[in-house]
T-cell receptor, first 115, second 114 residues
Framework: DTGVSQNPRHKITKRGQNVTFRCDPI?????LYWYRQTLGQGPEFLTY????????KSRLLSDRFSAERPKGSFSTLEIQRTEQGDSAMYLC?????????????FGPGTRLTVL | AQSVTQLGSHVSVSEGALVLLRCNYS??????LFWYVQYPNQGLQLLLK??????LVKGINGFEAEFKKSETSFHLTKPSAHMSDAAEYFC????????????FGTGTLLAVQP
């Protein structure tokens, strides 16, 4: 049973550049979440998908951020015109909704450094 | 507003000693509660979860937590610390339903001294 995978694991970019991260969830998981974790803080929710539908976006997700899950499998998170404040660990989690709650399984994260 | 508070950003124990990591939540509705562990430069691993069944929840690696509604707490314990327990621990809540997003505390970094 493979877990959640994320690529790349590390990304260093210059301010103003665009970056894209990929998340491959556990197969057959119908939900996929994105979180952002800054140094010394807990992860903060960004957005989530139920199959291919993006159902909620946090106000943390500015217009420069866009996420997709085109076929209900892998997901991408793109940040346009990166800023130094975007430097963080971006975590992806997947789950299989059963009943009223779910258990989220996290990937290793993508650490973004904006110079 | 719904929130999670973890008292003590750093906790240090001796190997073999009791581990107690504190978590309190604020919510007007019954929550689901989780503890995750994060090792350096890694993602989060689920330790245990409370989903309104038994109030004492046993997890992996010898950890357990007790849900106390009257105290709005979900403290994590382990009877005897091991060096491999050194990591950061996050308490989180969710409320089910449409989103089920997790709301995390700020974490507690556990150090285990030989």
């Amino acid at each position: 049973d493979t877990g959640v995978s994320q690529n790349p694991r590390h990304k260093i970019t210059k301010r103003g550049q665009n970056v894209t991260f990929r998340c491959d969830p556990i197969s057959e998981h119908n939900r996929l979440y994105w979180y952002r974790q800054t140094l010394g803080q807990g992860p903060e929710f960004l957005t989530y998908f139920q199959n291919e539908a993006q159902l909620e976006k946090s106000r943390l997700l500015s217009d420069r951020f866009s996420a997709e899950r085109p076929k209900g499998s892998f997901s991408t998170l793109e940040i346009q015109r990166t800023e130094q404040g975007d430097s963080a660990m971006y975590l992806c989690a997947s789950s299989l909704v059963s009943g009223f709650t779910d258990t989220q399984y996290f990937g290793p994260g993508t650490r973004l450094t904006v110079l | 507003a719904q929130s999670v508070t973890q008292l003590g950003s750093h906790v240090s124990v001796s190997e073999g000693a009791l581990v107690l990591l504190r978590c309190n939540y604020s919510s007007s509705v019954p929550p689901y509660l989780f503890w995750y562990v994060q090792y350096p430069n890694q993602g989060l691993q689920l330790l245990l979860k409370y989903t309104s069944a038994a109030t004492l929840v046993k997890g992996i690696n010898g950890f357990e937590a007790e849900f106390k509604k009257s105290e709005t707490s979900f403290h994590l314990t382990k009877p005897s610390a091991h060096m491999s327990d050194a990591a950061e621990y996050f308490c989180a809540v969710s409320f089910g339903g449409a989103t089920n997003k997790l709301i995390f505390g700020t974490g507690t970094l556990l150090a285990v001294q030989p």
